[in-house]
């Protein structure tokens, strides 16, 4: 059965950094094979679409927000996806979740569309404060 794991999150000051860690298992095909998003909710707002990478395209989506800020990438060998973030905000606290989907779906050039992902983990909490 698939699974991704989000670990990474923690309390951080602003304008530090963190990375978070997404591991994949259970997967049918490698982990190239399929696109992965980082996505986030903060309290009492929707679901925002942050960054996603699908390896078999070429395509690496990032939204404005975080253009600057925070990269996606990923150990293939390790079946691990990873979201660097750095120069963090108080308005950066919020459940990061990573999430999978089949390669063409998902990831775009302009977009990263939730509905598309199949496999989601549990999030793991950020919180920017001093």
């Known amino acids: 059965q698939v699974q991704l794991v989000e670990s990474g999150g923690g309390l951080v000051q602003p304008g530090g950094s963190l990375k978070l860690s997404c591991a994949a298992s259970?997967?049918?095909?490698?982990?190239?094979?399929?696109?992965i998003g980082w996505f986030r909710q903060a309290s009492g707002k929707k679901r925002e679409g942050l960054l996603c990478?699908?390896?078999?395209?070429?395509?690496?989506y990032l939204a404005d927000s975080v253009k600057g800020r925070f990269t996606i990438s990923r150990d293939s060998d390790q079946k691990t996806v990873y979201l660097q973030m750095t120069n963090l905000k108080h308005e950066d606290t919020a459940v990061y979740y990573c999430?999978?989907?089949?390669?063409?779906?998902?990831?775009?050039?302009?977009?990263?569309?939730?509905?598309?992902?199949?496999?989601w983990g549990r999030g793991t909490q950020v919180t920017v404060s001093s």
């Open positions: 259970g997967l049918a095909l490698d982990l190239d094979y399929y696109a």
């Open positions: 999430a999978k989907a089949d390669s063409g779906y998902g990831c775009y050039v302009n977009k990263n569309i939730a509905s598309d992902y199949d496999h």
């Open positions: 990478s699908n390896k078999m395209s070429g395509i690496t």
